[in-house]
């Protein structure tokens, strides 16, 4: 494993990361994936109250294999739950008990969209309580996750002593939200960036268009569609952490085979990444990535699955997109998820980071695969099934 030094706390830190908000389902396997990982030299694991289970099961198998020493925890704070300063200590205790712990590595203000969000959060007291915390041992590094425009980005960097911040980043998404406008002026600072999503949310791993692929083997057989993406961040010495939301041991495997095997790309490698990107522009159609804010939907649409489906029926054929469509909205059965049912509660764009028009998308979604000769159809069925 390669390491990285987060300069204001002098932690030498992992320059993988483990994303804890995609677990495998079978607790088993993510407990032999943390071990495995931690054994591979992985110390920093991020994970955070909105994580269905996911501080849990961490803390759990630190604790019964007495890990806790070895790594570093990263968890957030829900901002957007804190209507007043008792809010912060209520959600921190329940986080120090899941996690098994009598304190935080590396603690978030979780989500901030603007800077607005954080005066809210400034005019209930967040600075004192944090200080408060930090004088008492209970936080040791506390920063920010963000998904917002760059303007705002650099507002909250410069209005408080931040010690860690997350960003989306990777070679699709460069300029995206605080891009790296927002990287460089971290580093600037001296402030350690780790990275979310650099795989977008694994599109730039398994689902690059196949023209794609060869254009990145053309330049470098041995290295994978994953390989480009995480080397193309580590590639910056910008880059302190690169979170992975690996969610089975294959996964992982190939994640500490690529830290372990980084080496500076070089100029025409970078070249290569400028053509994938014009093509990649072309092919997705929606900037999703599955991060599953959006669930649940009040009306049982599988908003990720569906948009997905759109995207791949671009990228990978209209068979191919069809196929994961009917399969993720459940077609036939009788509580199916079909975009046609939504609602329009706006609730899914309220909590979406990207800031994507999910209902405006998932018209078009119907659109592509229910044209009404189609709906008809799978409506007939439906019936004959369901009687």
């Known amino acids: 494993m390669q390491y990285r030094k987060d300069k204001i706390s002098g932690n030498e830190l992992s320059a993988l990361g483990l994303g804890c908000m995609r677990f495998p389902r079978d607790k088993a396997e993510t407990e032999r994936m943390v071990l495995a990982a931690i054994d591979g030299g992985v110390n920093f694991y991020d994970t955070a109250y909105l994580y269905p289970g996911s501080e849990k099961t961490l803390g759990t198998i630190l604790a019964k294999h007495g890990r806790r020493g070895d790594v570093y925890i990263a968890t957030k704070l829900p901002c957007a739950l804190c209507k007043s300063a008792d809010d912060f200590g209520k959600y921190l205790d329940e986080q120090l008990r899941r996690l098994q712990t009598d304190y935080i590595d590396y603690y978030f203000m979780h989500n901030l969209t ?75 600072k001296g402030i350690p960036v780790i990275i979310m999503e650099p795989l977008l949310g694994g599109k730039l791993a398994t689902g690059l268009p196949e023209r794609a692929v060869k254009m990145f083997a053309k330049a470098e057989p041995a290295l994978t569609p994953a390989d480009w993406g995480l080397w193309w961040l580590w590639n910056q010495n910008e880059v302190t952490v690169v979170l992975s939301g690996m969610s089975a041991m294959g996964q992982l495997e190939d994640n500490l ?25 072309k092919s997705y159609k929606i900037p999703c990535t599955n991060c599953n804010y959006c669930l649940p939907c009040p009306v049982g649409i599988n908003i990720p699955a569906c948009i997905e489906a759109y995207n791949a029926s671009y990228v990978q054929g209209l068979k191919t997109g069809a196929t994961l469509y009917y399969t993720s909205i459940a077609a036939l059965s009788k509580e199916n998820g079909s975009p046609h049912r939504c609602n329009q509660c706006g609730k899914c764009e309220k909590a979406c980071p990207q800031f994507i028009p999910i209902r405006k998308e998932l018209k078009k979604a119907a659109r592509r695969f229910e044209p009404l000769p189609v709906r008809l159809v799978v409506s007939l069925v439906r019936r004959i099934l369901t009687r």
């Open 114 to 188: 603007s800077f607005a969000q954080w005066e809210g959060l400034r005019k209930i007291g967040i600075e004192q309580w944090l200080a408060d915390k930090k004088r008492a041992g209970t936080l040791r590094q506390v920063g920010f996750s963000y998904h917002g425009t760059s303007e705002d980005f650099l507002k909250i960097l410069s209005s408080y002593h931040w010690e860690f911040c997350m960003i989306q980043y990777n070679y699709y998404g460069e300029n995206y939200q605080a891009g790296k406008k927002g990287l460089k002026a971290a580093a600037e």
């Open 257 to 281: 085979r690529s830290a372990d095997s980084f080496r500076p790309l070089t100029g025409n490698e970078l070249a290569v990444y400028a053509d994938v990107v014009e093509l990649l522009k």
